[in-house]
């Protein structure tokens, strides 16, 4: 099993994080009066990530708050201090809708969608005598989440007031973790895992940030239970390296069982990946090549295959019987958002109750959902939030969030169908408008495109195209 500890990017872990839940300044903007970090009057204090309209949050005020404001002071301690020839990265995991972010009074960056993680440097915040000597970082967020906009991608999160029939309480602004991690200069930006069960093959897709020059290499070990199962070495020519492990294949269905990943028995194999400088010396007449470590991660993956013969779900080639839960995932006291402890007890108790899979209804979790279902073993449907309005920017939003989803969710094995649009929500004349049809199609095959190897449902429930 992958010790990814509580990460919150567990299929990409380095041992320098620190997590920047708990106490900070808050203040409700209902009139949209400021616009930048100095205006603000912080007059109250919030627990993230819980929203504002949770008890968690130790606010609990579900009333129509648009835009929320929030402010940390950071102290400049030796842990957060990148070393020459590292960067320090700031990690929002969701904030609902869209965010704009100030450091020391300077914006940085912004993002709009309310259930996809972004990211932005803050090094050159902390380098040099002047950052040291102030010894502090200022981080500001502003969060507008218009409860009345019904184009927004929003789930089953309520536009009345209280909520009503089937749907739930708004969650609003960041309503999960925000964190804190220093890279090398150079880095592993993301993995793309996948596997092919006909040639026993596990496939790697790796994106770099950072410089590169043809004297980097990326070395892979894949383990599992203990035993190195493959190992290599790939010479980076560019910011995308990838490589593919033949593993040895038993030929038989009891030995490849032992490395197979399903409900019943999630095996997970471990990955060690080391981006690699060579460096030439010479040493007293003689050359020698040395290996200098320029980052070092953990991930892992799995041998799992999905698909479909006539009307029977396959599972790793073989009919298997879905016993699958509406998951809607939403919480008494905090709404969407969730501990690690809820999390993983969901799951255990999800399979507790005889089920092997949950379709994620309207909702995308957290990674360390994913994380728990891989490791414990349950299926996921995982399906994108609705809107209720069909315009053009409504269509724009939901595809631009949709692909944020897929990049971030692709590699889970626990994975095993996509759903991007709920029994016709947002598409209300479909069968009658030619617009609703392809923009339904259009996301089935965008769907298909950046992940051929899962099941996908273009619209799942009422009218089908």
């Given amino acids: 099993m992958p010790d990814a500890s509580t990460h919150p990017r567990p299929l990409l872990t380095r041992p320098h994080w620190t997590d920047l839940s708990g106490p900070w300044r808050f203040a409700f903007d209902d009139e949209a009066r400021w616009q930048t970090p100095d205006e603000v009057h912080f007059d109250r204090q919030i627990a993230v990530p819980y929203p ?148 026993w093959q596990i496939s790697l897709s790796a994106t770099l940030e950072g410089p590169v020059h043809g004297t980097m290499a990326l070395e892979v070990a894949l383990s599992h239970a203990g035993t190195l199962l493959a190992q290599q070495r790939v010479t980076v020519r560019g910011k995308r390296v990838s490589c593919t492990f033949t593993l040895e294949d038993p030929g038989i269905d009891d030995e490849r069982n032992a490395l197979l990943w399903s409900p019943e028995h999630p095996h997970l194999i471990g990955a060690e990946l080391r981006l690699i400088e060579t460096l030439e010396r010479g040493d007293g007449g003689l050359d020698r090549v040395l290996d200098r470590v320029l980052d070092r991660v953990s991930s892992y993956t ?106 971030r969710d692709r590699s889970h094995p626990c994975i095993v169908a996509w759903v991007p649009l709920n029994e016709s929500w947002g598409v209300p004349e479909l069968g009658r408008s030619p617009a609703q049809t392809h923009y339904v199609q259009a996301l089935y095959h965008l769907t298909k495109t950046l992940d051929p190897s899962r099941l996908a449902i273009g619209n799942d429930g009422w009218e089908w195209v």
Wanted: hydrophobic share 40%.
């Fill in 52 to 199: 504002p309209e949770s008890v968690s949050s130790g606010i609990h005020e579900t009333g129509f708050h648009p835009t929320l404001w929030y402010a940390r002071t950071l102290e400049l301690t030796p842990e957060l201090l990148p070393l020459p020839g590292e960067r320090l990265l700031l990690h929002f995991e969701a904030v609902d809708y869209q965010a704009q972010v100030w450091v020391n009074g300077e914006f940085v960056t912004e993002h709009r969608g309310g259930h996809t993680p972004f990211s932005t440097d803050l090094t050159r915040f902390v380098r040099g005598a002047e950052a040291l000597q102030k010894g502090v970082l200022e981080l500001v967020v502003r969060a507008q989440d218009d409860p009345f906009d019904l184009a927004q991608p929003r789930g089953k999160q309520d536009w009345c007031e209280a909520a009503h029939v089937i749907w739930y309480g708004r969650t609003s602004g960041i309503w999960q973790t925000v964190w804190l991690e220093k890279v090398p200069a150079t880095s592993l930006q993301s993995l793309e895992w996948s596997c092919n069960l006909q040639s």
């Fill in 302 to 407: 799995a041998m799992r295959d999905v698909g479909t013969d006539g009307h029977r779900f396959l599972l790793n080639g073989h009919a298997y019987y879905l016993k699958l839960v509406l998951d809607q995932g939403y919480w008494p006291d905090s709404l969407m958002a969730a501990s690690d402890a809820q999390l993983r007890g969901d799951v255990e108790w999800t399979k507790r109750l005889g089920f092997n899979g949950v379709r994620k209804h309207q909702k995308v979790e957290s990674r360390r959902f994913l994380y728990w279902c891989d490791v414990l073993g349950l299926l996921v449907w995982e399906e994108m939030p609705s809107q209720y309005r069909f315009t053009s920017d409504a269509v724009l939003r939901l595809l631009s969030e949709w692909t944020e989803v897929l990049e």
